[in-house]
């Protein structure tokens, strides 16, 4: 009996006991693993760092060396929201109904400033960063953020993932969370 080392894996196998055909683990841990590595991402973009979300899923920068090369735009076959570009304060309503109409477990990055904050478009058109619609778990900065910096907020989603217990979406703190952005 021993413990699996995680360092020499190159997929983190959670700790666990393991022996001869067997291996025993937590649940959590090994949902944590499968949601982390198969992601679906639906890209939700309206300007420029959408170009920096397209050099980011070809050859060179390879999303899918992430498993998260099946993109989705349905948000009803997505879990990751990612959000890119400057949205304007008439898109909110419709990006919180795509947020929405997505299942649970869901996450969302903001890429870039004008996603995060409204960027350098503080003007009365545009919304000052989406978490004024909808939750966000990671913000990845930058204007536009490169293909390195959007991997880098993959990789801290992915930590999110791993390490969420499976009772937080039915939590009072998340349920409080969704109501304060008035969603049942
Ligand atoms: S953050 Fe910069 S690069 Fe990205 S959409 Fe806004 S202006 Fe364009």
Redesign the pocket.
Known sequence: MGIIDNQKSTLSIPEMYSGEGYGLTRLDKVVGLARANSIWPLPFA?????I?FMATMASTYDLGRFGAERLSFSPRQADLLMV???IAKKMGPILKQIYVQMAEPKWVIA?????SSG???DTYSVLQGIDKVIPVDVYVP????PPEAILDGILKIQELMKTESIGRRHSPEYLKLLESYGID
């Open positions: 309206t300007s420029c760092c959408g920096e890119m570009g400057t890429v870039g400033a004008c996603a960027g350098i478009f930058g204007c536009p953020p």
